[in-house]
């Protein structure tokens, strides 16, 4: 009995390990199907109830992982279509919740998923996606997905105009030390240091992501794809 309490005490003492959502399975996958009958369906969710903040959420949020996946597979007509698309969703829900910062971060992620499908909209978005990653982090200054979508903002949006890969590897080490968890932060760092010609550092970081999340498709082929030295 005394050993059976113990077990019981121990195992409740971990720390609660959150499944993966269907979002996050269809884009480790890189399920695109999956990932549009899911914006679809959350996009008639939110046309039904126009003034629930966080049903537009959900839609911004899907069209953010489709966008995602699209720029992995570089379908860049597909990715603007979908970021465009879940910029509006995400700008209704800042409206009516203007006090919640990871309305904020989806904003930004959507603004910045752009850039990279649409290099002359790059400085509008890009603009945009600081202003709204910014408003983020003065709100929730512990979020490390505020940090991480800063990173990618910066990742793609060229030094000339306030990005870099430098500034990139700087949010993604604060989204790390914020969540040592981050699986999406060291795989973005990952890619920032191979810009940076720092390939073993590189492995490092994909190897880590890989270990918090193992399904992860693109994860893996820029594991491959780096330079073992």
Same mark, same amino acid.
């Given at each position: 009995?005394?050993?059976?309490?113990?077990?019981? /005490? /121990? !195992?409740?003492?971990?720390?609660?390990?959150?499944?993966? *959502?269907a979002?996050e399975?269809?884009?480790?996958?890189?399920?695109?199907?999956s990932?549009?009958?899911?914006?679809?369906?959350?996009?008639?969710?939110?046309?039904? @109830? +126009? %003034?629930?903040?966080?049903?537009?959420?959900r839609?911004?949020?899907?069209? *953010?992982?489709?966008?995602?996946? *699209?720029?992995?597979?570089?379908?860049?007509?597909?990715?603007?279509e979908?970021a465009?698309?879940?910029?509006?969703?995400?700008?209704?829900?800042? *409206?009516?919740?203007?006090?919640?910062?990871r309305?904020?971060?989806?904003?930004?992620?959507?603004?910045?998923?752009?850039?990279?499908a649409?290099?002359? @909209?790059? /400085?509008?978005?890009?603009?945009r996606?600081?202003?709204?990653?910014?408003?983020?982090?003065?709100?929730? +200054?512990? =979020? =490390?997905?505020?940090?991480? @979508?800063?990173?990618?903002? %910066?990742?793609?949006?060229?030094?000339?105009?306030?990005?870099g890969?430098?500034?990139?590897?700087?949010? /993604?080490?604060?989204?790390?030390?914020?969540?040592p968890?981050?699986?999406?932060?060291?795989?973005?760092?990952?890619l =920032?240091?191979?810009?940076?010609?720092?390939?073993?550092?590189?492995?490092?970081?994909?190897?880590?992501? !890989?270990?918090?999340?193992?399904?992860?498709?693109? $994860?893996?082929?820029?594991l491959?794809? $780096? +330079?073992?030295?």
């Amino acid at each position: 009995m005394i050993a059976r309490a113990m077990l019981a /005490f /121990f !195992l409740a003492a971990l720390p609660a390990i959150a499944a993966p *959502s269907a979002l996050e399975m269809a884009r480790d996958r890189q399920d695109r199907a999956s990932l549009q009958k899911m914006v679809d369906e959350a996009a008639a969710a939110a046309e039904k @109830a +126009p %003034n629930d903040a966080e049903a537009q959420y959900r839609m911004a949020l899907a069209s *953010s992982y489709l966008a995602e996946v *699209s720029l992995e597979v570089k379908d860049k007509k597909q990715a603007e279509e979908a970021a465009e698309r879940g910029v509006k969703a995400a700008e209704k829900a800042v *409206s009516l919740k203007p006090e919640e910062a990871r309305y904020y971060v989806v904003l930004g992620t959507l603004c910045g998923q752009v850039v990279p499908a649409n290099v002359l @909209a790059g /400085f509008s978005y890009g603009r945009r996606a600081k202003d709204a990653i910014d408003k983020a982090i003065q709100k929730d +200054p512990k =979020s =490390s997905h505020a940090y991480e @979508a800063r990173g990618v903002g %910066n990742y793609y949006l060229p030094a000339a105009l306030g990005g870099g890969y430098e500034l990139a590897i700087a949010d /993604f080490r604060k989204a790390i030390e914020l969540d040592p968890k981050n699986a999406e932060a060291y795989l973005w760092l990952g890619l =920032s240091l191979r810009k940076e010609n720092k390939d073993a550092e590189a492995r490092r970081a994909f190897e880590q992501s !890989l270990q918090l999340d193992p399904n992860r498709v693109w $994860t893996k082929q820029q594991l491959d794809k $780096t +330079p073992a030295k």
